[in-house]
């Protein structure tokens, strides 16, 4: 008798993390980061140690599906599972890296966000909402949401991020057209992008993707190479901050900014 193949069996953390993938649903262990009631780094011991409850059960899996109606406690203590995004914005500075490998020692932003934390913000994890190129400065957004990090750098929010471009040779409005109508990359046509001549040699350029280094490779595409890049806004936030300094957006600058 020929034997049916059998079906891999879905690994229980998968059915959980897709169950806690639906609206309005999220896991334990993501929550409880963003509450800011256990320290990211102590999350894992935490839940091992079984001093986390959902609805009065002892629950140890990380994965396990929370709504916002779920009790949660540690240690007893009630923790609030409302949405709490918080978001920073940072002044990056150039020569510091989006992100370390771990063998690179090379300063990356959490280590200049790091000390700028203040005691409650240091209760977060902080994961950056994009990314920029070692040599670009600029706004750079962290939130303790990575729901927040989804939406703002999905392509599909369509969310515009303004870059002041110093470029060589100087532009005219005329080389800058491609780019308004939608310049043709390596990985596909970039979407259609307000570009202005801010200043001889400045080109100001707005896009609502954020593919690898594309704002290079779009004026670099018009024959126009970037030789400093900065980063200006990302949705409503302007950068108002100095170089190297951060702070804390409002709940209503969040609301209605990003
Ligand atoms: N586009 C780039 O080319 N670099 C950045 O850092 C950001 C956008």
Redesign the pocket.
């Known amino acids: 008798m020929r034997q049916m193949p059998r079906r891999a069996k879905t690994p229980g953390w998968l059915t959980a993390a897709r169950e806690a993938n639906r609206p309005g649903t999220d896991w334990l262990a993501r929550a409880l980061g963003r509450s800011g009631a256990v320290h990211p780094s102590e999350l894992e011991a935490t839940l091992a140690a079984g001093r986390v409850r959902v609805d009065g059960k002892v629950t140890t899996k990380p994965f396990t599906p929370v709504t916002e109606g779920s009790k949660v406690t540690v240690d007893g203590k009630p923790v609030p599972l409302e949405r709490q995004s918080r978001v920073l914005m940072l002044h990056k500075p150039a020569g510091v890296l ?1 992100q370390g490998s771990g063998r690179d020692k090379r300063l990356t932003v959490v280590d200049v966000l790091g000390p700028l934390l203040d005691e409650a913000q240091q209760r977060y994890a902080w994961h950056a909402v ?4 070692v ?2 400065t600029g706004l750079l957004l962290f939130t303790n949401d990575e729901r927040t990090v989804a939406r703002v750098t999905s392509p599909e929010s369509h969310l515009p ?1 303004r ?1 002041l471009a110093t470029v060589h040779p100087k532009a005219s409005e005329a080389m800058l057209q491609p780019l308004r109508d939608g310049v043709l990359l390596d990985d596909g046509p970039a979407r259609p992008a307000v570009a202005k001549v801010r200043a001889p040699g400045v080109v100001e350029l707005t ?1 609502t993707e ?9 004026l670099a595409a018009v024959g126009l190479p ?1 030789l400093k ?1 900065h ?1 200006e806004a990302v949705g409503g936030i302007e950068l108002d901050v100095e170089e190297g300094a951060m702070r804390e957006l409002s709940a209503e600058e969040v609301k209605t900014k990003l």
């Open positions: 989006a994009g990314r920029l190129d040599d670009t991020k870059y896009i954020g593919r690898n280094h594309q704002v290079k490779r779009m970037v890049l980063r």
